[in-house]
């Protein structure tokens, strides 16, 4: 609404012969629609996952490992779901991840696949459907 009212503005100086005051004023509404393109002003971007994997239902430093990991590459992130997976043998967890940057979709991948005691690391980006 506001550029529809600077460009009639604009029209008017050109009308009344003041191209000097059209040209500054496209000059200031053209550097202020960049401004506006560019800068993160008003817009939050969150990269949200669900995110599983199994772990073996003996080993008791696992999720000190998966915690870490998350802290590490999740601003927010909650447990949805703990169940048991393989006839008790295995644990399957569910979180719901809020990513630092989305870059670090493949990192937390590769780190929890790394823990010995982890398997089957599977990460889906969604929309935001719990509130963190």
Not at 12 to 40: E, N, Q, R, T, Y
Not at 53 to 69: H, K, M, P, S
Request: proline share 2%.
């Amino acid at each position: 609404m506001m550029f529809l009212f600077a460009a009639l503005g604009l029209g008017i100086a050109c009308g009344a012969g003041m191209f000097s005051v059209a040209v500054v004023g496209c000059v200031l509404l053209s550097s202020v629609i960049v401004l506006l393109h560019w800068a993160p002003f008003a817009t939050r971007r969150r990269y949200e996952a669900m995110l599983r994997f199994l772990v073996n239902a003996d080993c008791d430093t696992a999720r000190v490992g998966v915690d870490a990991i998350l802290t590490e590459c999740c601003s927010a992130y909650m447990l949805l779901s703990m169940r048991e997976a393989v006839q008790g043998d295995l644990l399957e967890y569910s979180y719901q991840v809020r990513l630092v940057d989305p870059s670090y979709q493949v990192d937390i991948v590769k780190k929890l696949e790394a823990l010995d005691s982890t398997s089957e690391v599977s990460l889906v980006m969604q929309r935001t459907t719990v509130e963190l």
